[in-house]
């Protein structure tokens, strides 16, 4: 079944069950009832055939389908009386209007006062809405103000962290220059060192060769070998002095590493000075804190590191400076023997 077919079937349905099952429905009827029901109406040729089917469908006898043809002849006296009565009706109706206006006016009054009492307290309603705004306003502008504040707060930090940098970088250059100077105070001591090992390997060559000579001559050449006694104390002498300048070389060394340490040291109390200045605005930045105190810890590590190893160098060239006495005093005796 199509659904114009299933429309127009319920329609003639309805219209059959309030006739009492004893009247076809008209045209009319059906169209009206179309319109009330929301459905469209459609051609009058197509309503005709759907009610034929209806009719053959639902086994409806010709007795009743003449009745409902006679009674719509009938249609245009019910139609002049259905209007006369309408007329009666209406009129009853607008004075019904008029009586229940009559009545209603108080209260139409009284809704007009809680109107006007409405919008009273909507206008109070709209001023303390202003007045939120404004104030809503003014925070908006107080938090900004502040993140403005926090913003230059950063800034500074951010200058704070270019000096700290700045005196890092500084720090790890003196650091370069300590060790370089120390690197070519060590390099310069050794070789002093191999000089004066070679020197002495030189004399001691000499000195056997002149030894032995002396042995054959000493017989006919004693003046001679007094002599050669002399010129090698000159050449200890001269030996002992050379070993005197680079001890005081290496004391100059010590003094000036001293000295970068001591500067070094001041300037780590100066950067102290600045964190404990700023330790308000270090609150805000803890990781940039964390991250200097970190730098200042392996730097502290480093420096002592470095304090270690040339206090082992000092060591060991105090070290090798108390042994050479021990190292020359065999051939001071062998050349004395």
Same mark, same amino acid.
């Given at each position: 079944?199509?659904?114009?077919?299933?429309?127009?079937? $319920?329609?003639?349905?309805?219209?059959?069950?309030?006739?009492?099952?004893?009247?076809? *429905?008209?045209?009319?009827?059906?169209?009206?009832?179309?319109?009330?029901?929301?459905?469209?109406?459609?051609? *009058?040729?197509?309503?005709? !055939?759907?009610?034929?089917?209806?009719?053959?469908?639902?086994?409806?006898?010709?007795?009743?389908?003449?009745?409902?043809?006679?009674?719509?002849?009938?249609?245009?006296?019910?139609?002049?009386?259905?209007?006369?009565?309408?007329?009666?009706?209406?009129?009853?109706?607008?004075?019904?209007?008029?009586?229940?206006?009559?009545?209603?006016?108080?209260?139409?009054?009284?809704?007009?006062?809680?109107?006007?009492?409405?919008?009273?307290?909507?206008?109070?309603?709209?001023?303390?809405?202003?007045? !939120?705004?404004?104030?809503?306003?003014?925070?908006?502008?107080?938090? @900004?103000?502040?993140?403005?504040?926090?913003?230059?707060?950063?800034?500074?930090?951010?200058?704070?962290?270019?000096?700290?940098?700045?005196?890092?970088?500084?720090?790890?250059?003196?650091?370069?220059?300590?060790?370089?100077?120390?690197?070519?105070? @060590?390099?310069?001591?050794?070789?002093?060192?191999?000089?004066?090992?070679?020197?002495?390997?030189?004399?001691?060559?000499?000195?056997?060769?002149?030894?032995?000579?002396?042995?054959?001559?000493?017989?006919?050449?004693?003046?001679?070998?007094?002599?050669?006694?002399?010129?090698?104390?000159?050449?200890?002498?001269?030996?002992?002095?050379?070993?005197?300048?680079?001890?005081?070389?290496?004391?100059?060394?010590?003094?000036?590493?001293?000295?970068?340490?001591?500067?070094?040291?001041?300037?780590?109390?100066?950067?102290? $000075?600045?964190?404990?200045?700023? !330790?308000?605005?270090?609150?805000?930045? @803890?990781?940039?804190?964390?991250?200097?105190?970190?730098?200042?810890?392996?730097? !502290?590590?480093?420096?002592?590191?470095?304090?270690?190893?040339?206090?082992?160098?000092?060591?060991?060239?105090?070290?090798?400076?108390?042994?050479? *006495?021990?190292?020359?005093?065999?051939?001071?005796?062998?050349?004395?023997?």
């Amino acid at each position: 079944m199509t659904r114009r077919k299933h429309e127009i079937y $319920t329609v003639l349905d309805k219209l059959w069950a309030e006739n009492g099952g004893n009247k076809i *429905p008209t045209g009319k009827e059906i169209t009206e009832r179309l319109d009330r029901e929301g459905y469209l109406r459609g051609s *009058p040729n197509q309503l005709y !055939q759907y009610r034929d089917a209806w009719i053959k469908e639902r086994g409806i006898s010709q007795e009743a389908l003449e009745q409902g043809e006679a009674e719509s002849s009938d249609q245009a006296l019910i139609k002049a009386a259905t209007e006369a009565s309408y007329a009666v009706i209406r009129k009853k109706a607008n004075e019904e209007i008029a009586k229940i206006k009559e009545e209603l006016e108080p209260q139409i009054h009284s809704l007009t006062e809680q109107l006007q009492t409405i919008t009273q307290q909507y206008d109070e309603l709209r001023q303390q809405h202003t007045q !939120q705004t404004q104030a809503l306003a003014d925070s908006q502008k107080a938090c @900004q103000l502040t993140t403005e504040l926090l913003d230059q707060t950063k800034k500074e930090n951010h200058t704070l962290k270019a000096v700290l940098e700045a005196t890092q970088k500084e720090a790890n250059g003196w650091r370069d220059q300590v060790l370089s100077a120390h690197n070519a105070l @060590q390099q310069s001591i050794n070789e002093e060192l191999d000089k004066l090992a070679q020197d002495q390997k030189t004399v001691t060559e000499n000195y056997a060769q002149e030894l032995s000579s002396t042995r054959t001559l000493m017989e006919s050449s004693r003046h001679d070998f007094i002599v050669e006694i002399t010129n090698f104390k000159v050449a200890q002498e001269k030996w002992s002095q050379q070993v005197t300048e680079l001890r005081e070389e290496k004391q100059q060394a010590v003094t000036q590493v001293t000295a970068l340490q001591k500067e070094n040291q001041e300037k780590m109390e100066l950067i102290h $000075t600045l964190q404990q200045q700023n !330790q308000h605005l270090l609150t805000q930045i @803890q990781e940039l804190t964390q991250t200097i105190h970190a730098w200042n810890a392996t730097l !502290q590590t480093e420096q002592s590191a470095r304090n270690h190893e040339q206090i082992a160098s000092k060591e060991e060239i105090t070290q090798l400076i108390k042994e050479l *006495p021990d190292r020359l005093r065999p051939l001071l005796q062998q050349r004395q023997a």
